[in-house]
């Protein structure tokens, strides 16, 4: 289409306005993508870090709100962002908070629809993780500042961790719910998206505890996941679909 001058305003002049429109436009939707950020940086600098990230990835989705994407990313390889990596750390957790908001719904797994498969079954029952379930490992305590901004309190400072943290981040009633892991469960969980079954779970488990309690253990994980609304209500058996 052809942009045609106006009287007063020439197309060259009239395309800039819409271009410097769209760019703006495009920087507001990373800072909704983006608040908690967005609040660390100040107003100034992150619209300076979008103008620069917007440079870098311009927006090949129809939808603006993928716009964002790669923020991270960004972050942790540019300066001067990337002399303060907990901005790197702020920008995953952000995403996949907003990742895990708009994720698919499904029915989650109860214990009463537990309680309905028969005891012979389980060790060859699959898990299935809910839709909205997302994993990842942070090194900064992003989490804590997270919260803390969301609530309008006084943020802790950014603080490394001795080691990277799990987390765990879905969406229950509604409402975005995030928690750390330890070993053992960050494991568990990541073994749950390999389809392993729960008696290959349980030998898994085995590095963490003895032989005679991991079937235990793993029970007590399963029942953490079922208060929580981690699992989908669809169990599989390798032989046929079991549907709870």
């Known amino acids: 289409h052809e942009v045609a001058s106006t009287p007063g305003v020439s197309a060259d002049l009239r395309l800039k306005i819409y271009a410097d429109a769209y760019r703006l436009r495009l920087v507001d939707a990373l800072a909704d993508n983006y608040p908690v950020l967005h609040a660390l ?105 997270w919260k803390a901004i969301d609530e309008q309190l006084e943020p802790p400072p950014p603080q490394i961790n001795n080691h990277p943290i799990a987390w765990l981040i879905w969406r229950h009633d509604l409402k975005i719910q995030f928690r750390s892991l330890e070993v053992d469960e960050a494991w568990a969980i990541d073994a749950l998206r390999l389809n392993t079954t729960f008696a290959d779970l349980c030998a898994g488990l085995c590095e963490w505890v003895d032989e005679s309690h991991a079937s235990a253990h793993a029970a007590r994980f399963v029942r953490r996941w079922l208060t929580d609304g981690l699992l989908s209500n669809d169990a599989a058996l390798p032989t046929r679909s079991y549907k709870l």
């Open 41 to 145: 940086l100040g107003d100034d600098a992150f619209a300076e870090l979008g103008a620069r990230y917007l440079e870098a990835y311009p927006s090949r989705h129809f939808s603006i709100r993928h716009f964002g994407h790669r923020l991270a990313e960004f972050v942790a390889a540019q300066m001067p962002y990337a002399q303060q990596p907990v901005l790197a750390d702020m920008a995953n957790f952000e995403w996949v908070l907003r990742d895990v908001f708009d994720a698919a719904d499904a029915v989650v797994l109860t214990p009463k629809d537990l309680a309905a498969l028969a005891p012979e079954l389980w060790p060859e029952l699959h898990f299935k993780l809910h839709p909205t379930v997302r994993r990842l490992d942070l090194t900064w305590n992003a989490p804590a500042l």
